[in-house]
C-alpha cells in the first residue's frame, strides 16, 4: 500500500517531530530554572537597607521554617520571592538561611522586632511581611485594616 520512500520519510518527520517535542519539554525548564536562580540570588540582607512592603496578618502555626508558633509570637513570615531566593536557600525550605532571622519593622510611629519563621505564598511583592496577630496588634491595632504599608529592615 505505501511505498519503501514514503514509509522511510514519514519515519523520518516522526523521529524529527518528537525529538524536537522531547527537546522542548525537557530542555526548556532547565534553562528557565537556572536563569530564575541566577538572577534572584541578590543579597538584600544588609542590616541598612530599607525594605518597603505591605504588612497583612495570619494565623500562624506550622511554617515553612519547621517551626510551630502560636498568633502571640512575634513572627512573620516573608514574601516567596525573598524566601525563595534568599542566598543559601536549598529545596528544603527548614534550612533556608532566611529562617530565625530577626527583622525590625516599622509603621507610622511604631516600631517591632520580629523573626523570620514562614514563607508567604499569598504576598504579592517580596518585602511584604505576613505577620502573627498580636504583632500585627502590636503595630497597626486594628486588625480589620488588614494591610498596612509598612518598611522594615534585617536587625
Known amino acids: 500500500m ?3 520512500s514514503f514509509a522511510s520519510s514519514f519515519a523520518l518527520v516522526f523521529v524529527s517531530v518528537m525529538a ?5 519539554s525537557y530542555g526548556a525548564p532547565i534553562a528557565v530554572r537556572r536563569s530564575i536562580a ?11 537597607t530599607t525594605h518597603s512592603g505591605d504588612g497583612t496578618w ?6 515553612a521554617c519547621g517551626i510551630t508558633n502560636t498568633d502571640g509570637d512575634p513572627i512573620v513570615a516573608i514574601g516567596y520571592q525573598s524566601f525563595d531566593s534568599y542566598p543559601g536557600a536549598t529545596a528544603n ?4 538561611p532566611i529562617c530565625n532571622k530577626k527583622v525590625t519593622i516599622y509603621y507610622g510611629d511604631k ?7 514562614d514563607r508567604c505564598a499569598g504576598c504579592a511583592g517580596a518585602d511584604d511581611l505576613d505577620m502573627s496577630p498580636s504583632l500585627f496588634d502590636t503595630l497597626v491595632g486594628d486588625p480589620g485594616i488588614g494591610r498596612v504599608s509598612i518598611t522594615w529592615n534585617y536587625s
Open 2 to 4: 505505501f511505498t519503501k
Open 20 to 24: 524536537m517535542f522531547v527537546s522542548v
Open 38 to 48: 541566577l538572577a534572584a540570588r541578590q543579597d538584600t540582607s544588609a542590616s541598612g
Open 93 to 96: 525550605p527548614n534550612d533556608n
Open 111 to 117: 516600631t517591632a522586632t520580629a523573626t523570620i519563621t
Open 58 to 63: 495570619y494565623e500562624t502555626g506550622l511554617g
